[in-house]
């Protein structure tokens, strides 16, 4: 019978279906393998739907999500997309499971509380975004819908993360520029802003892999 489940539907349940018996029917189990789920479809095989997948799609779309079944109907034959599912279910990473590019970028997995301070700082310092922003209401009910117990850090955590992260890049990028085996271009630019504070920035330009790289240095207020 296996011979004949050549849909990548499979693909998201268990190799082996066990064998029931309910009510004088025989039927096969196929078990999810998404982490936590302990649900599965039965397909009674003494009727005449025995071969049909219908169940399958819709615990899989529930469970998984669109994306998922999506991706794993592009793969090419069961095989490989048993083989990507094995690998999203370890990594939880639909990009690394099917080797693709751009569209679908998200899990169906919540984020560890390490993994919500990194995508918050990522947020904050990325799109100029206060430290108050993580006390709003709006972000507090759009985390937390759903999922009232999901972890947000506080302003302390997230000040301290975005400190951390600066110092880091900051030595990175010093150890970048002095072993820097080329010409670096150095240069400045000042403006008044509309509260009439004047500031200033440094940069520095450099060529890297044929491409112009430029990268703030400092910026500070200049006093009069």
Request: hydrophobic share 40%; proline share 3%; charged share 20%.
């Amino acid at each position: 019978l296996k011979c004949e489940w050549n849909s990548p539907i499979y693909a998201f349940f268990a190799p082996e279906p066990t064998i029931e018996y309910i009510a004088g029917h025989h039927l096969h189990g196929f078990w999810c393998m998404a982490k936590g789920c302990k649900k599965g479809v039965r397909r009674y095989l003494d009727k005449s739907d025995a071969w049909l997948t219908g169940n399958m799609h819709k615990h899989i779309k529930a469970c998984w999500g669109e994306d998922m079944l999506q991706q794993a109907f592009k793969m090419r034959g069961t095989a490989a997309a048993h083989k990507a599912v094995k690998s999203y279910v370890k990594s939880s990473s639909i990009l690394a499971a099917f080797d693709c590019q751009g569209g679908v970028s998200y899990s169906h997995q919540q984020h560890t509380k390490l993994e919500t301070r990194i995508e918050i700082v990522c947020w904050v310092a990325e799109s100029g975004q206060s430290f108050e922003i993580i006390r709003d209401h709006g972000f507090q009910s759009l985390m937390k819908t759903g999922h009232p117990e999901y972890y947000i850090p506080d302003i302390c955590t997230v000040g301290c993360d975005i400190l951390s992260v600066f110092a880091c890049v900051h030595q990175r990028l010093a150890t970048k520029l002095q072993v820097y085996e080329g010409w670096l271009s150095f240069g400045t630019d000042t403006w008044t802003a509309p509260n009439h504070k004047a500031f200033a920035a440094v940069m520095v330009h450099l060529i890297e892999k044929g491409e112009a790289l430029v990268m703030p240095l400092d910026f500070f207020e200049v006093m009069r």
